[in-house]
């Protein structure tokens, strides 16, 4: 058999059962926990009552094209989660340059403002005059 069709990490996840008694559906699930594409070809493609002695006989339980998609699923995955990270790192960066140039505004603003005169119902933005009037 030619498991070079196959995903290494799948070939390696199902390598861990106890292949000295046979393996369930339920098994081969559980040691696929953290790649939830392979666990769904195994709900796909395996019966709740199959049992397997050998990782050959997993992999042939499965069509070729099963593979061939999960393989582009998970290319897909990987670039999202790149381009994700790469994006997330701009936006941080940006992110850091827009609160240094908010903090140089508010810094040069705070010496424009004028106190209001002592006495006055006036803040600086005008509220205490709006409610005073109409309340």
């Known amino acids: 058999m030619d498991i070079s069709r196959i995903p290494p990490v799948f070939v390696e996840q199902i390598s861990l ?15 696929l926990g953290d790649y939830p594409v392979y666990q769904e070809i195994i709900v796909a493609y395996v019966d709740d009552d199959d049992s397997f002695s050998s990782p050959e006989e997993v992999i042939s339980a499965v069509p070729d094209q099963a593979w061939q998609d999960a393989q582009n699923a998970a290319a897909g995955d990987q670039q999202a989660s790149g381009s994700a990270t790469a994006g997330s790192q701009q936006s941080g960066q940006g992110a ?10 508010q810094a040069g603003r705070s010496g424009d403002q004028a106190a209001p005169p002592p006495g006055s119902d006036q803040t600086a933005g005008g509220e205490a005059s709006q409610s005073a009037r109409t309340g």
């Open 17 to 31: 059962c106890d292949w000295n008694s046979d393996v369930t559906r339920d098994d081969l699930i559980a040691v």
């Open 96 to 105: 850091s340059q827009s609160a240094q140039s908010q903090s140089a505004q």
